[in-house]
């Protein structure tokens, strides 16, 4: 696909204007694109007054949701774990091995997110388990049938072609210095996992992430992928949409302006206002109703 995209905002032009930070700090992705704060009042709150988080109930659908990211993370892990300690390059005895610590990995990852029903949670873990065991194995199978002579390595890197939270160099756009996108698939395809409803902030951040890729790696980014995961009712098997992304100039130039504008008000100190409707879900929700 044709992607136009002008030099001035690639990430590898990052000392130049428009691309040039206007600060020293250093944003996360996150800070920026929060989704609890419109007027980017939680950032002034944090870090300019130094105001402490008050403890709320976490939802059940954003806990659900780090949940299925936690998943994916250690599905993937594990299989990469197979491949290359265990050295399980037969299809079944791979199958095998995922089956054989579906219940340890289970566990392990509920005790962090006590707030899920222990059914739900399982019904979950198993759907998307088994998924990655499924898929893992059908491409090791597949992949070993093309020739005896692939070396682990490179077969690996074959069935499993994905990096998770690979970190990324962002300082040199006025980010973080490790920030994370959920997965990077090879050879330099972003990903992004999203298990709630679409949200204009998602391609912007995604955008984020291309720019700081390009300003670390002087690779072009033209498409990243976004996938939404949409659960059921009882949690027992979903369905995924894809969504393509094209960083345009149009993005890139978004991503600039508001990465400007948070950090405008972090290097002021400027307070600024009350956003048109507070998050139930924001920490600092209570400074702002005071305030009101």
């Not at 300003?215 to 979903?238: A, C, K, M, W």
Request: hydrophobic share 35%.
């Amino acid at each position: 696909m044709p992607c136009e995209v002008s030099e001035e905002v690639r990430g590898w032009n990052w000392s130049t204007y428009p691309l040039a930070s206007p600060s020293q700090l250093k944003l996360s992705v996150s800070d920026i694109f929060n989704n609890l704060c419109e007027s980017w009042r939680l950032l002034y709150l944090r870090y300019t007054r130094q105001e402490r988080p008050y403890e709320i109930d976490v939802p059940v659908p954003l806990l659900e949701g780090s949940f299925i990211h936690s998943i994916f993370t250690e599905a993937t892990k594990h299989a990469k774990g197979l491949l290359y300690h265990e050295g399980l390059l037969d299809a079944e005895k791979f199958r095998q091995g995922f089956d054989d610590f579906s219940r340890i990995k289970f566990h392990e990852l509920l005790g962090n997110f006590k707030g899920i029903a222990h059914e739900r949670a399982e019904r979950i873990f198993d759907r998307i388990w088994g998924l990655a065991a499924y898929t893992y194995a059908a491409c090791l199978d597949r992949f070993s049938l093309r020739s005896r002579y692939l070396v682990p390595d490179g077969l690996i890197s074959s069935v499993v072609p994905l990096t998770t939270e690979s970190p990324i160099d962002g300082s040199l756009v006025g980010l973080s210095k490790s920030i994370r996108p959920d997965a990077i698939l090879w050879p330099t395809i972003l990903v992004e996992l999203k298990t709630r409803q679409q949200h204009p902030s998602d391609a912007l951040a995604l955008t984020a992430y291309a720019i700081a890729f390009e300003s670390q790696y002087e690779i072009p980014q033209n498409f990243g992928v976004i996938l939404y995961l949409r659960l059921n009712q009882d949690g027992g098997d979903f369905k995924v949409y894809e969504r393509l992304v094209q960083f345009s100039d149009k993005l890139r130039t978004e991503f600039i302006e508001k990465r400007d504008r948070a950090l405008t008000i972090l290097e002021q100190g400027i307070d600024p206002g009350l956003p048109p409707e507070c998050s139930l879900h924001c920490p600092y929700i209570r400074f702002c109703k005071h305030d009101r």
